[in-house]
C-alpha cells in the first residue's frame, strides 16, 4: 500500500503552522481513544490509525524533519522565492542617475520655506502579522509567570498566565494548565479553574500530568464522579500509575462511607446475608 501523506492523515495543507499541526493531532487522538472503539477489532485498528498518526505528527511538528519530508516529497519544500532582482537575472542595469545636487538657495529662495513632508503612513499589518504578535506576547507573559510559579509564589504567577490565555488560548496547553493550578492554589474561581484544567486535558490529550490535574480540580469542587472517572481513564493508559490508584481508592472509600449500601457490598459479613 502507497505511504500516506502526513498532510493529509492530519487534515492539513502545507502551509500549516505548528499549532494547527498539533491541534489536528489531538483531535484525531481523542477520536481514537480506546473508549471510543465498539469492538476489539475497531480498537486494533484504531491502534494502527494512530501509530501512523502519531508518526505524521512527530515529523511535521518538528521543523527539520518537516523540511526534510517536504523535500523528499512532491508538492513540498518552501514556497517559490519571490522574483530574483535585475542584477541577478539577467535584465539589463538602468545607469545610475548623475549626481544632480540641487545648487545653494539664495536668500530670497531661503524666504519661502517648502511645506514639511507628509508624515509616513504606517503599514496595516496583516491577520498572520497580528497573530504572531499575540503569539510572542503571550510567550513572554508565560515566561514571566514561570518566573514565579517555579519559587511557587502562585498569586503573582497568575495574572501572567492569564494575559497568556488570553493572547493565545490555542497553542499552548500549558498556558491552561498552569491558570488552573494557581487558581486553584490561591483558592480562587473554582469554575475558572475546572475550564482551564479542562481546556489543557483536552489540547493535550495523553498528557498524564494534565489529567491528575484535573482529577483534583473535580475532588475540589466537589465532583467525585467525574473525578473518579478521570483517574480511571488515566489506569487505562498506565495500569500501573500509584498516583492514580491512591485517589480512586480515596474516592472510593469516600463513597463507601457516605453511602451504607456500598459498605454492605464491600463488607458482606458486618451486614450479614440477605
Known sequence: MAREDYYSLLGLDRQAPEREIKRAYYNLARDLHPDKAKSPDEGRQNAERLAVISKAYNTLKDPNKRADYDASNKGGGSPPSPAKSSATSGAPIAPRAA???PPPTTPAQSQSAPPPAPAPVQPRLS???IQS??????QKAFVKGMEFYKSADFKKALPFFEAAVEHDPES???YHMRLAVCLLRTKGSFTRALTAAEKAASMDTYNMEFKHLLGEVYESVGVASKAQTVYEDILKWEPDNAKAKTRLKLLKAAEAQRNPSVLAKVFPSIFGKK
Open 99 to 101: 549626481n544632480t545636487t
Open 127 to 129: 491577520a498572520n502579522e
Open 133 to 138: 504578535q499575540r503569539v510572542l506576547t503571550a
Open 172 to 174: 499552548e496547553a500549558q
